[in-house]
């Protein structure tokens, strides 16, 4: 039987990999505050509150302007993750607020005929889920905000 799919995207170091790990229950990806550690997509079996599916992390969204190979690379395997999930969760922090990155990567993935919920990480705050609505601009619905992951 294959197992439902869950992709985890955004742009980078809004906390996709701490997601993918809290899901786990165990550190299965690098963490990091630079930009471009993760690159591929990396494929774990979970279960989380009694459902069982596949969770994919992805790299960091980079511009379409980048003429980087890496770059190039990246995007390609976000989108090939999209195109194979069931549900696509589109990760956001709070506390930096929408970019054009965010908005870039909202339209191409409005796009596409899939289940997104947004994520606005980084929410401890009591005034995060106030903040949260700003999110509602991405075209995605009210954001299920989460604490980040220590």
């Not at 985890?8 to 963490?31: D, E, M, Q, T, Y």
């Amino acid at each position: 039987m294959k197992l439902p799919i869950v992709c985890i995207i955004g742009r980078p170091n809004v906390g996709k990999s701490s997601l993918f790990n809290r899901i786990l229950g165990r550190r299965a990806a690098v963490v990091s505050d630079r930009d471009g550690v993760t690159r591929d997509r990396h494929y774990q079996n979970a279960i989380y509150k009694g459902h069982e599916f596949t969770v994919v992390d992805t790299g960091g969204f980079l511009p379409d302007d980048s003429i980087d190979v890496l770059a190039d690379s990246v995007r390609a395997q976000i989108f090939n993750a999209v195109n194979e999930a069931d549900l696509v969760l589109f990760m956001v922090d709070i506390r930096v607020g929408i970019t054009k990155l965010d908005q870039q990567f909202a339209r191409l993935i409005r796009k596409l005929d899939k289940k997104v919920i947004l994520v606005a990480n980084k929410s401890e705050l009591q005034g995060d889920r106030q903040e949260s609505y700003e999110f509602l601009k991405l075209g995605f619905g009210q954001p299920r905000t989460i604490p980040s992951v220590p």
